[in-house]
Antibody, heavy 121, light 113 residues
Framework: QLQLQESGPGLVKPSETLSLTCAVSGGSLTNSPYHWGWLRQPPGKGLEWIASLHFSGRPYYNPSLNSRVTISMDTSQNRFSLRLSSVTAADTAIYYC?????????????WGQGTLVTVSS | DIVMTQSPDSLAVSLGERATISCKSSQSVLYSSNNKNYLAWYQQRPGQPPKLLISWASIRESGVPDRFSGSGSATDFTLTISSLQAEDVAVYSCQQYFSLPLTFGGGTKVEIK
């Protein structure tokens, strides 16, 4: 059964870079045609798609975050990562990684448990 | 961007009764070449990540109880829980995957009356 697990610092200072990793088990990142993605959910608010990537393709970013976001993949470790630069309090959220089942764009299934990242000095 | 608007924000339903959630998109998410609606529904129980319930507007995922059903087309969609159970207490969200950026509705909280 495919499982995803996010990891990274729970606290990031304003103006710094948030870095998260998603470890994938029970399946391979190179298993085409799956894409992989990051999403977030500010406390008490709705879900926001951040970025997606296929192991052999170009990344896709939400334009609202485009200039600050980088998604990357380490197929040897079967994990993918998110970097979000110049963070502010508005970036405080639960960050999820997820798989897109068949192709892109698509919906998300399954999801990791999520990791809370707080931006505060 | 396609804006997804859900209503109501919350609803309280008695056990065994029907719950109906609406999701409207600012543009059609129906792809004419394959007649598919690029619309998904998720369930998010308290403290849990979202779980995909329905894709393509009306296709239940494996293992999802048949009391959950999705309907609608183009810009107007509905998620119906035909007989609410205690384990259905959750926030339900819709998502369009017709175009980028992928966008979600604000969510509807379902509680027991």
């Amino acid at each position: 059964q495919l499982q995803l697990q996010e990891s990274g610092p729970g606290l990031v200072k304003p103006s710094e870079t948030l870095s998260l990793t998603c470890a994938v088990s029970g399946g391979s990142l190179t298993n085409s045609p799956y894409h992989w993605g990051w999403l977030r959910q500010p406390p008490g608010k709705g879900l926001e798609w951040i970025a997606s990537l296929h192991f052999s393709g170009r990344p896709y970013y939400n334009p609202s975050l485009n200039s600050r976001v980088t998604i990357s993949m380490d197929t040897s470790q079967n994990r993918f990562s998110l970097r979000l630069s110049s963070v502010t309090a508005a970036d405080t959220a639960i960050y999820y990684c997820a798989r897109l089942p068949m192709g892109f764009p698509n919906c998300f299934d399954p999801w990791g448990q999520g990791t809370l990242v707080t931006v505060s000095s | 961007d396609i804006v997804m608007t859900q209503s109501p924000d919350s609803l309280a339903v008695s056990l065994g009764e029907r719950a109906t959630i609406s999701c409207k998109s600012s543009q059609s998410v129906l792809y004419s070449s394959n007649n598919k609606n690029y619309l998904a529904w998720y369930q998010q129980r308290p403290g849990q990540p979202p779980k995909l319930l329905i894709s393509w507007a009306s296709i239940r995922e494996s293992g999802v109880p048949d009391r959950f059903s999705g309907s609608g087309s183009a810009t107007d969609f509905t998620l119906t829980i035909s007989s609410l159970q205690a384990e259905d207490v959750a926030v339900y969200s819709c998502q369009q995957y017709f175009s980028l950026p992928l966008t979600f509705g604000g969510g509807t909280k379902v509680e027991i009356k």
